[in-house]
């Protein structure tokens, strides 16, 4: 859904965003893109921009997303009927693209820029969206993110293959704890705490 905003600019504002050549657009379009920029540049703000990109390629990533989960119905480790030669190329693909660090020869994990924003994402796609479970949303973060590191030159295959590897092999752990701490809260609300009577002297 699209929301119009009217926004009464002073000559020289006016003046000053339309001589703005580093800005793409026309008119209400380079606000539209200073917005964007903003966001870009300011820490505490990337949450929302990955949520605005996350929104505009959600039928892609959904897409992805039945890919990864296809990848599963025979099978519970999908990795494991993999030739090491398509491991070791996918591994160079997200090596290349920095999602993936080697640490030292023929050991990976993936990058701190990587894991740092999938945690984010993690956080914010389950809270988003309260009746996806948590692997599906450490799949869709994941999935976002290799999309982003990629820059639009990998396959479809590729991320949802780069996506099975990761998740399987480091991010999972973490949507595993958020699982467990879910549960947990949910069953200190179902059963709180009987107390504990104090005996009279």
Known sequence: MNRYLIVALTDLEYKIIKNLNTVEGEGGEKLRTLLRLYLSTRPELRSSEYTLRRSENKKEIEEILQHVWDAYEDTDYPVENWNEDKINRLTGDLVEINALAEICQDVFMPANKFRTL????????????????????????????????????????????GTILINEGWMFTYATAMKRAREFMKNRKMFPAAQIPVPEH
Do not use: W
């Open 118 to 161: 999938f945690k984010m994402l993690l956080h914010d796609i389950a809270t988003e969206s309260r009746d996806m479970d948590e692997y599906s949303a450490a799949c869709m973060a994941t999935i976002q993110l290799v999309m982003e590191f990629g820059n639009g030159v990998m396959s479809k295959e590729t991320i949802r293959d």
